[in-house]
Nanobody, 115 residues
Framework: QVQLVESGGGLVQPGGSLRLSCAAS????????MGWFRQAPGKQRELVAR???????NYADSVKGRFTISRDNAKNSVYLQMNSLKPEDTAVYYC?????????WGQGTQVTVSS
């Protein structure tokens, strides 16, 4: 079982920045894709960004050019640098990691973009 713990959420003004972090622990043998999803009130959970073990990335169109995903394989961690934040980025952000075809989720961290 893989446990994921997110940190770094909070309240930020439009145009501001936040950096989310997620650390994996537990039975880690070969983490494959790691990523971030988000869920706003009344909406479905959606992919924000993903990164493979080799560093290949993909992003939702809504965050391209503003968000950057990265990972540290030695620390079993994944990060999301969020710049130029907009009110529509407000959501609970969830860390996700795949290992041997099984997907694990963090508990989520709230990001609120408001003046």
């Amino acid at each position: 079982q893989v446990q994921l713990v997110e940190s770094g959420g909070g309240l930020v003004q439009p145009g501001g920045s936040l950096r989310l972090s997620c650390a994996a622990s537990g039975s880690i043998f070969n983490l494959d894709r790691m990523g971030w999803f988000r869920q706003a009130p009344g909406k479905q959970r959606e992919l924000v960004a993903r990164i493979t073990k080799s560093g290949s990335t993909n992003y939702a169109d809504s965050v391209k050019g503003r968000f950057t995903i990265s990972r540290d394989n030695a620390k079993n961690s994944v990060y999301l640098q969020m710049n130029s934040l907009k009110p529509e980025d407000t959501a609970v952000y969830y860390c996700n990691a795949d290992q041997w075809g099984r997907s694990s989720w963090g508990q989520g961290t709230q990001v609120t973009v408001s003046s």
